[in-house]
Nanobody, 127 residues
Framework: QVQLVESGGGLVQAGGSLRLSCAAS????????MGWFRQAPGEEREFVAA????????YFTDSVKGRFTISRDNAKNTVYLQMTSLKPEDTAVYYC????????????????????WGQGTQVTVSS
């Protein structure tokens, strides 16, 4: 099994940037497509972004397109979520997730596709 640990969350003003990291251990990350999800208080967990195992395919929810970038460094066993132009509505706990699949990132928007999850990192965007 792969273990996932997120880091990089924090408090930032609207318009600012943060980079989240998801470090994998136990198995090499190259074996997993990866996704980022978020959950705000009182809300359901929602898809944010996904990246294929090779990194050649990425996909984003509409609300973050043009502002967020997902990338991976398989040599470092780490996936990143670069967030720019942050808005208060981006405030949530952000989770990374992994799935051992070869499908395109656009097919990986459902949380049920991912058997492996990190513990989450809080992102708070103040207005």
């Amino acid at each position: 099994q792969v273990q996932l640990v997120e880091s990089g969350g924090g408090l930032v003003q609207a318009g600012g940037s943060l980079r989240l990291s998801c470090a994998a251990s136990g198995r090499t990350l190259v074996n997993y497509a990866m996704g980022w999800f978020r959950q705000a208080p009182g809300e359901e967990r929602e898809f944010v972004a996904a990246i294929s195992r090779s990194g050649s395919s990425t996909y984003f929810t509409d609300s973050v397109k043009g502002r967020f970038t997902i990338s991976r460094d398989n040599a470092k066993n780490t996936v990143y979520l670069q967030m720019t132009s942050l808005k208060p509505e981006d405030t949530a706990v952000y989770y990374c997730a992994g799935t051992p699949t070869l499908t395109a990132a656009s097919t990986l928007t459902a949380a049920t596709r991912y058997p492996y999850w990190g513990q989450g990192t809080q992102v708070t965007v103040s207005s």
